[in-house]
């Protein structure tokens, strides 16, 4: 079976270059799969990684990216459009990977797990009815409903593991699983219109067809991190042509993971501790971070 690795990436340059910065930590440590960036821009990916024989670009035209928001416009809906046409145009294990992704080791076992008919997202997020506040509030949205939306698949438990959609892995053959996620995703949208009801979708589909394994040891997700965007767009602004291997040193040599790490370390202190923090001024802030001279 061929390996694939997915991205979407397209509008604001803030959301490639983080694509850039994803498929580059993947590329320092390449475990033979194709990169397929799905994206309205390939040339900005081509002004950094060249004609690497890797990655491969679908360009999609705005009209269509437009489109696979469907009627309920929720921009989360293309992930899983982008999903579907690469199960009905590439034949093997696919791995989808949000763009503020980066790789810390390589994919062979995932890519094996997958060919083995396992499936994959990124961590276990709790359960709905006492995992993070906006679980609970999600299972009460759906207890309230009671019912009364026949949801596909069936009702959602409130013993439902949520898990993230930062990373998804499952086989091209996956493809009916994939309609019924975007089914649900229509009808949870509807119901209580939030950014994660794509992944409670996933989530549920994917529990029900068999074990969901968690792609965390090899990728980390850093969602909270928004603040790097202008690091990252000073690293590739640097004027000139440089070599593939130039560019993986420049990028590696910034920790995004650990900045991460020290952001959702701070968030996690109790919210008067925050507070008290803030007001002194010694709330979280991005340290200065020196971007690789070119």
């Known amino acids: ?16 270059n983080e694509a850039l910065f994803s498929i580059l930590s993947y590329l320092r440590q390449e475990s033979g799969a194709t990169v397929l960036v799905y994206t309205d821009n390939p040339a900005h990916f081509r002004a950094v990684l060249g004609d690497a024989e890797a990655v491969q670009y679908v360009e999609i035209a705005p009209a269509q990216w437009r489109a696979w928001r469907g009627e309920i416009d929720f921009v ?72 009364r939306t026949a949801l596909a698949g069936g009702p959602i438990s409130p013993d439902t593991r949520m898990y993230n959609a930062g990373v998804l ?22 119901l209580y219109p939030k950014h994660v009801m794509e992944q409670l979708a996933f989530s549920a589909v994917l529990a029900r067809a068999g ?15 928004k603040e790097i965007r202008p690091v990252l767009d000073e690293l590739f602004a640097a004027p000139g042509p440089r070599p593939l291997a130039a560019w993986q040193a420049r990028a590696g040599a910034l920790d995004v993971p650990a900045l991460a790490g020290e952001k959702a370390r701070f968030r996690q202190r109790p919210g008067w501790q925050r507070a008290v923090l803030r007001w002194v001024g010694r709330g979280w802030q991005l340290p200065a971070v020196a971007v690789p001279a070119p």
Not at 99 to 104: A, E, K, N, R
Not at 174 to 186: I, R, S
């Open 1 to 16: 079976m061929a390996d694939f690795l997915l991205y979407q990436a397209y509008g604001s340059p803030a959301i490639l």
């Open 76 to 147: 989360h809906r293309v992930k899983i459009e982008v999903l579907q046409h690469a199960a009905a145009h590439c034949a093997g294990n696919l791995l989808y990977a949000d763009t503020d992704t980066v790789f810390l080791k390589p994919l062979a076992e995932i890519f094996a797990a997958l060919g083995k008919g396992e499936r994959f997202m990124h961590v276990g997020e709790g359960r709905l009815r006492d995992g993070n506040p906006l679980n609970r509030k999600i299972n009460r949205a759906l207890q309230q409903d009671a019912g």
């Open 169 to 190: 892995g499952l086989r091209s053959t996956d493809a009916p699983l994939l309609a019924e996620v975007l089914a649900l995703t229509e009808q949870l949208y509807r």
């Open 211 to 225: 074990a969901v394994r968690e792609a965390a040891p090899w990728v980390y997700h850093y969602w909270n991190l």
